[in-house]
Antibody
């Protein structure tokens, strides 16, 4: 079964750090770009980071740039999100998602087809 | 960053109704847009990519259209299981951005 499973969430104080993991199975992890998307309680989805299949290129939302780092270990089929200088507004469920990267008529579209159930991050003193 | 808006923010419709949700980008994004469905407590589900391509396994009552700045998601005949929040996502340029969502309820 193709799936991804997040872990590493929990309670952290403001200014603290946390590292999230996303374990992939059922597909060739090294062949796909991946993203992190979060959802604060009662709010909408927020895209926060993206990493290409090789790990060579990474991208971030302005809200987390300079504080969060996305990385991957293709030998262990795992995606990571290192979160530093955490703020109250970072509290959310964090999902990882696989990008299908579909070519259509000479253009390649991102299409996040596999999502995990998420891991909850709470930032509070 | 490209800003995405959606309308309406919520709607209530009857089973069998045709439902249309609109997504607008703050600048042209070709047809680099996806639609996602999310039910409470669940992970989002991919419905449409490339503005109009239906993801495998998604019922054909879902369709997408548009290009440039204006896009629509249409449910041709609303079913009870379609009660959910729907989000558009632009993947034209980083940072990717989601719309604020449209909540669809069944009357």
């Amino acid at each position: 079964e193709v799936q991804v499973l997040e872990s590493g969430g929990g309670l952290v104080q403001p200014g603290g750090s946390l590292r999230l993991s996303c374990a992939a199975s059922g597909f060739t992890f090294s062949g796909y770009a991946m993203s992190w998307v979060r959802q604060a309680p009662g709010k909408g989805l927020e895209w926060i980071s993206y990493i290409r299949s090789s790990g060579g290129s990474t991208y971030y939302a302005d809200s987390v740039k300079g504080r969060f780092t996305i990385s991957r270990d293709n030998s262990n089929n795992t995606l990571y999100l290192q979160m530093n200088s955490l703020r109250a507004e970072d509290a959310a469920v964090y999902h990882c998602a696989k990008d299908l990267r579909v070519p259509v008529g000479g253009v390649t579209f991102s299409a996040f087809d596999i999502w995990g159930q998420g891991t909850m991050v709470t930032v509070s003193s | 960053a490209i800003q995405m808006t959606q309308s309406p923010s919520s709607l209530s419709a009857s089973v069998g109704d045709r439902v249309t949700i609109t997504c607008r980008a703050s600048q042209g994004i070709r047809n680099d847009l996806g639609w996602y469905q999310q039910k409470p407590g669940k992970a989002p589900k991919l419905l449409i990519f490339g503005a109009s391509s239906l993801q495998s396994g998604v019922p054909s009552r879902f369709s997408g259209s548009g290009s440039g700045t204006d896009f629509t998601l249409t449910i041709s005949s609303l079913q009870p299981e379609d009660s959910a929040t729907y989000y558009c996502l632009q993947d034209y340029d980083f940072p990717f951005t989601f719309g604020p969502g449209t909540k669809v309820d069944i009357k």
